[in-house]
Each structure stands twice: as C-alpha cells, then as structure tokens.
C-alpha cells in the first residue's frame, strides 16, 4: 500500500515535493494554504507538476491531519511556521520531511530557535517518527568521494571551497537572511563528509557584498585543521553550485533528459557524470526511511547539527557587523 502523503504550502518548493512523492509511488492526498483566497492557485500550481492530483486544499493543518490523516508530511511553509508545522504533525504520529532552515525567527531571536529546533528533533526521537530536513545536496557526497578517489585526490584536503548560488527574488537578498536561506546546503555537505567535526568559531572571517555572503573558517576534523570557504550569492546570471577539494572542482548542473525528467550532472575537468535530481533522491530516501530501509538524507540528528553550525556562524557575523 502507497504512504500518504500531503504538503504544507504548494506555491515555491513545495508543489516539486509533490512531483516527486507522486513519481516515488506515494499517494498526494492533500495540500496546505495559508489563505482561501490561494487555494485555487495552489491547486493549479500543484496539478501543474502532479496532472492526476485528486486530494483536496485545506486552509488549516490540524484540520488536514485529522481529516486526511497522512502517513507524512513536507513542510514547505514560511521559516517562521517551520517549527509549529512540525511538532504539530510529529504530535499527531506523522513523518515530516521540512524544508530548509528547519527553525528561523529572525536574527534576534537566536536562541529560541535552536530550542525549537532541538523540540522537533526530540520529539521525532521520542515518537519514533522519521523527521529530516530536505537539503538535498547531500546527495552528492557519494559522487564527489567516488570522484576524488578516482582522481587519487588526498582524503583530507588543504583546504575546501563550497558554493551555492541562486536566482535573485524579492527577499533573501544579502546578510543574514542571505545566509539563513543558502547556507543549510553547504553546511550539510560539510557534516555528511565530516560527521564528527567541529568549527573553530575563532577563525571566522566574513566577506559581504550587495548580493553575496563568504565565511572563512577553520573544521576541525580529527587531527586535521581543514581551512573551510562557505560561499552563498544571488544573482541573475549563470549560477554556480559547486565544491572544490583543494584546487580541484566539481559543479553540479541542471539539466533535461529527453524524456523531461529533471536531473544533475557533476561536472569536473571536462568530464560529466549525470545523476538523479538532488530532490528526488531526498524525497526517496525520506519515503523508504519511513518503511524502515536505511535514514533520511539529512536525518534529524544531522539536521540539529546544521542548526547548531547554522546559528553559531550567525551569531558570529552578527557580532562582527556590530563592530
């Protein structure tokens, strides 16, 4: 039997959840607005990218969860909902799988969401639910240590460069909220390659420009120092996504096949090597996790962790703009 599935906000991101849980065998049953007046909207974007869409448009979680009672949710709401969205589903024995930050209130309210945060990965513990957050680049960490093995590159680097681009719209375009919407990416790359290490928060410089944001840090990774660059930009040319171990790059690309299905190529030295849609694999990975084969992309404790980093450089860079 299928799961049941139903996504919170269909407009952004979350309609292409939709796609994927429909492509991975999962039954859509029902989506989340914010407004009657969207609801309509909301279904033609989701029945854009899921045609056979039957279920039905709520304008109320709780009233979602208790009518259609799903096996699991996305959570694709505004960051400030992301925390409430989800305890309310894990409350009700549901999996979620929430966009990224998985908390934000605001750069003065820090604290309170590392705490909401840690809330919602508690409770997906103590309920036994699979909770994850979907930065799905991730991913690519297979490819890249299968790549850099390949090219008889160090296992630990001089140093490391990640990137993350993205188109310009009206909000998220420079500072913190910059920082907040791109770097989970980056960071998460950063954790599944160095599960254990620790950041040198003494370290830390920030470059900032109009529409961009770079952090030079130090890893902390066994006995290795690894001089870390994370960096987050929007702008409306050509974006890069890309990491580089020591001097060697590999990017990863969008593209088409020519059956019209999404995916990505890793680009590197004149070589490619086509994969999976990032997305796909995280929608996959979340929906077998749940009937128990193998854990999320970005499971809950890894998704703490990125807050923990998350919040730790934001506070730095709020201290060091302060000067």
Known sequence: MSLKVAVVGVRGVGKFHA??????????????????????????????????????GYINLRDMLETEKPDAISVCSPHHLHADHCLEALSRGVHVLCEKPLVWFGPDMLDEALEQARKVANL???????????????????????????????????????????????????????????????????LALFPEAEL???????????????????????????????QVRRHSGELERSVSWGEFKVKFLPCVGEDG??????????ERRTTEDFMQISIRKFVRSISGEGTPLCDAKMALRQMEWLIALTRKYLTMRRW
Not at 177 to 186: T, Y
Not at 202 to 229: C, K, M, N
Not at 261 to 270: A, G
Request: proline fraction near 5%; charge should be negative.
């Open 200 to 230: 040198d928060l003494d370290s830390l410089i920030f470059e900032e420009g109009a529409d961009s944001l770079t952090a030079h840090f130090i890893v902390r990774h066994q006995t290795h120092q690894i001089p870390t660059t994370v």
């Open 261 to 270: 299905v999404y995916r990505i190529q890793l680009d590197w030295s004149r």
């Open 124 to 190: 997906a513990e103590e309920r036994n639910l699979r909770f994850a957050v979907n930065t799905q680049y991730v991913a690519a960490v297979p490819h890249l240590l299968q790549i850099w093995d390949e090219q008889g590159l160090p296992k630990i680097p001089e140093q490391v460069t990640l990137t993350m681009e993205a188109k310009v719209r009206d909000r998220d375009t420079s500072g913190v909220s910059l920082w907040i919407d791109l770097a989970p990416h980056p960071l998460s790359i950063l």
């Open 19 to 56: 796609q994927w849980y429909a492509k991975e065998g999962c039954e859509v049953v029902a989506f989340v607005s914010s407004r009657p007046e969207t609801l309509t909207q909301n279904e033609k974007a989701l029945k854009s990218v899921v045609p056979n869409f039957q279920g039905r």
